[in-house]
T-cell receptor, first 111, second 113 residues
Framework: DTAVSQTPKYLVTQMGNDKSIKCEQN?????MYWYKQDSKKFLKIMFS???????INETVPNRFSPKSPDKAHLNLHINSLELGDSAVYFC??????????FGAGTRLSVL | QKEVEQNSGPLSVPEGAIASLNCTYS??????FFWYRQYSGKSPELIMF????GDKEDGRFTAQLNKASQYVSLLIRDSQPSDSATYLC?????????????FGKGTKLSVKP
């Protein structure tokens, strides 16, 4: 039973399109995150949500918007995709002790 | 700007040897320190965390923290080929669930049979 699941696993799309990535956790954690891992494998936080409120918003383009319908879900919507958005996007969750558990990742390729 | 530095490697060790992975961080206020292992094409997996100065052992893994030197390390004893992966050091500057993890760029470890 997967603790943090994200869909889709792979996403190939054209520049300018809008796409969404979904994330769900069944751990009962109160904080969820989105990370971006670029081609050089550098993992950088994009957003986190705690109890449905955005508590960290790093300097990412406003084309990226996180949406959390409830504390078990944190989706990432991306408008007007650009070539530089190609990366692996990881969802993660944590509770209290700050031990973060990652989903399997979504590999986004923008053509 | 808060930074976490790691030698990118690759670090190559023979099977059975001790692998030593090092990490330095710039923010003296950092309180929590984590080591993640990431196999190629997979997600990061938490293997160790440490909050206090000194050593913390878990099986073949030992995390070492020296806050005065702003240095954290991971030792892997009796290295196995299955330990071959990229090891990510991460630092958090708040206690509890607040704050965010800042990752280093990772050290690639290769254990040769």
């Amino acid at each position: 039973d997967t603790a943090v699941s994200q869909t889709p696993k792979y996403l190939v799309t054209q520049m300018g399109n809008d796409k969404s990535i979904k994330c769900e956790q069944n751990l009962g954690h109160d904080t969820m995150y989105w990370y971006k891992q670029d081609s050089k494998k550098f993992l950088k936080i994009m957003f986190s949500y705690n109890n449905k409120e955005l508590i960290i918003n790093e300097t990412v383009p406003n084309r990226f918007s996180p949406k959390s319908p409830d504390k078990a879900h944190l989706n990432l919507h991306i408008n007007s995709l650009e070539l530089g958005d190609s990366a692996v996007y990881f969802c993660a969750s944590s509770q209290g002790t700050a031990l973060q558990y990652f989903g399997a990742g979504t590999r986004l390729s923008v053509l | 700007q808060k930074e976490v530095e790691q030698n990118s490697g690759p670090l190559s060790v023979p099977e059975g040897a001790i692998a030593s992975l090092n990490c330095t961080y710039s923010d003296r206020g950092s309180q929590s320190f984590f080591w993640y292992r990431q196999y190629s094409g997979k997600s990061p997996e938490l293997i160790m965390f440490i909050y206090s100065n000194g050593d913390k052992e878990d099986g073949r893994f030992t995390a070492q923290l020296n806050k005065a030197s702003q240095y954290v390390s991971l030792l892997i004893r009796d290295s196995q080929p299955s330990d071959s992966a990229t090891y990510l050091c991460a630092v958090k500057n708040y206690g509890g669930s607040q704050g965010n993890l800042i990752f280093g760029k990772g050290t690639k470890l290769s254990v040769k049979p």
